[in-house]
């Protein structure tokens, strides 16, 4: 069986880099000449908890790209979809599986270009990073959920889970939406943990902030919910106990609970992309969450509001600080109890 690899970030490297020191048939493609480059003169790095490894691998360009493929991992930030998958689309045989190993609600689009059969959900809970050009880390084994939005397990899907289980823990799930929404809530945290160059312990360590985020919280939790997520609990909070419906002092307490774990040299989210100039993937996470908040004419303020900031900041039209929460107390904020 033959795969390949669209983005060899962390994801794609520390999973594809498993799935190749086992001895599987795998391409790897990135657009990042200097990791590219790296990965061919020295091999991928991958920093795990049960020992580092080190493994070549077959990494290209997307031009560079030759043959056909059984599966093809889409595993580039969100904002980058439609190119992986022009990219891949062409190299992928006339059966082949698309998993979305990403952030977001992307399936959807994978559906529209091979059909619902072909298309695979991943959400992966693994805190990852790259180092370096060609050197990717987790402090985590890491867990994975795989599935097919229709919710029924295929031939197909229980050969990904197969291939994937060996090398990491994966578990086939019939309600990949749902757990989807559920990791979406909590990369909705990272971009309101994304406007200070602060961690969460800081920015949200008084009552007033902490309020400001539960109602956020709410807010992301009620579109999903709408929209007819069911909703998995993870092991920072479960997302049914922060619906607008329950009482502010109730879901206060699930954000002071939360809050225990919090460290006060852990940035959350993609505040390093923004202080980088590199873009995110707000547009296909929260910006998700707004629009489908906005077409089921669900409020959505305070989202909308953090939207807003995310975009400016990445234009360099506002500065990271703390005032950025104030403002938005000052625009609307706390008002879901």
Request: glycine share 10%; proline share 6%; with cysteine.
């Amino acid at each position: 069986m033959r795969m390949i690899v669209i983005g060899t970030g962390p994801i794609g490297g520390i999973i594809g880099g498993r799935l190749a020191r086992a001895g599987h048939d795998i391409m790897f493609v990135d657009v990042d000449k200097e990791h590219v480059e790296a990965i061919r003169a020295h091999g991928l790095q991958v920093d795990v908890p049960d020992g580092p490894f080190n493994v070549k691998v077959n990494i290209v360009f997307p031009q560079e790209i030759k043959g056909k493929f059984d599966i093809g991992f889409i595993a580039v930030r969100s904002n980058y979809t439609p190119d992986a998958l022009a990219t891949v689309l062409p190299a992928l045989n006339d059966d082949g599986l698309l998993v979305s190993m990403q952030n977001g609600i992307n399936p959807p689009l994978l559906e529209e270009k091979v059909g619902a059969d072909r298309t695979v959900g991943m959400a992966i809970r693994m805190g990852c990073r790259k180092v370096a050009p060609g050197h990717v880390q987790t402090s985590t084994r890491g867990h994975l959920y795989i599935g097919h939005l229709h919710g029924r397990t295929t031939p197909q899907l229980s050969r990904l889970h197969e291939l994937l289980d060996p090398v990491i823990d994966t578990e086939i799930s019939d309600n990949i939406r749902g757990v989807l929404w559920s990791k979406l809530t909590y990369t909705c945290l990272g971009f309101f943990g994304s406007l200070a160059d602060v961690a969460l312990a800081n920015s949200c360590a008084g009552d007033a902030n902490r309020r400001l985020l539960a109602d956020f919280l709410a807010e992301v939790v009620a579109v999903g919910s709408a929209a007819g997520a069911r909703f998995i609990g993870l092991a920072e909070y479960n997302p049914p106990d922060l619906h607008p419906s329950i009482p502010m002092e109730r879901r206060l307490g699930v954000i002071n609970e939360m809050a225990k774990s919090w460290k006060d040299d852990d940035r959350k989210g993609p505040l390093r992309q923004i202080q980088k100039g590199v873009p995110t993937e707000v547009d296909f996470t929260l910006g998700y969450v707004v629009r489908e908040g906005e077409r089921m004419n669900l409020p959505v303020p305070l989202g909308r509001r953090v939207l807003a900031m995310i975009h400016e900041l990445e234009a360099g039209k506002r500065q990271l600080g703390m005032e950025n929460y104030a403002e938005l107390h000052q625009s609307g904020g706390a008002k879901l109890r």
